[in-house]
């Protein structure tokens, strides 16, 4: 049996996705006063989720011409998301429209990270090399350092490989 290792890159947006599905069901069964922390939260996460996605795996895939309008697809679905983000901050007060919101923004993310599961990240790994993946996840984790240092303040018992 041929050993086969995930690339890293598509475990870290996996991670992210996951927690932005919890934040989306917290989000939904929580009471109105945890309300503008969860969605602060959820804000920052997927916000900086599709940056990462945008700016370090999305390039190297547009260069690729089999997997250019999978990347024109996901941008498009991206900014849809963005914009009902912004509504979903809107009616943050008025529980009703919120939960309405809520499940609008919910189903257009579920689709997008659906899609990047299930086809973007199989068909990404026909043409990019595991090591190229595994620079790009790099640059994602540096990037999300970068955003959110360790509280520690970098105390040196990281090992860090290379
Ligand atoms: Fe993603
Ligand atoms: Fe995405």
């Known amino acids: 049996m041929a050993q086969q290792k995930q690339p890293q890159l598509f475990e870290l947006l996996k991670k992210d996705h996951r927690e932005v599905d919890q934040l989306l069901s917290q989000l939904e069964g929580g009471s109105e006063d945890q309300r503008e922390e969860l969605f602060s939260t959820l804000q920052e996460e997927f916000t900086e989720h599709c940056q990462l996605e945008e700016k370090f795996f999305y390039p190297q895939m547009k260069k690729i011409n089999e997997l250019k309008d ?32 809520l499940s609008e923004f919910k189903e257009s993310v579920q689709h997008h990270v659906k899609e990047e599961e299930s086809k973007v990240f199989k068909r990404t790994s026909d043409f990019i090399s595991d090591d190229q993946l595994r620079d790009i996840a790099m640059k994602c984790m540096q990037e999300k350092e970068k955003l959110h240092p360790s509280p520690s303040g970098g105390g040196g018992s990281k090992k860090k490989s290379r």
Do not use: W
Request: a negative charge; aromatic letters at 4%; glycine letters at 0%.
């Open 70 to 101: 999978l990347v024109q697809d996901a941008l498009e679905e991206h900014s849809q998301a963005k914009e009902l983000l912004v509504q979903l901050e809107d009616v943050i007060d008025d529980d009703d429209e919120f939960q309405s919101a």
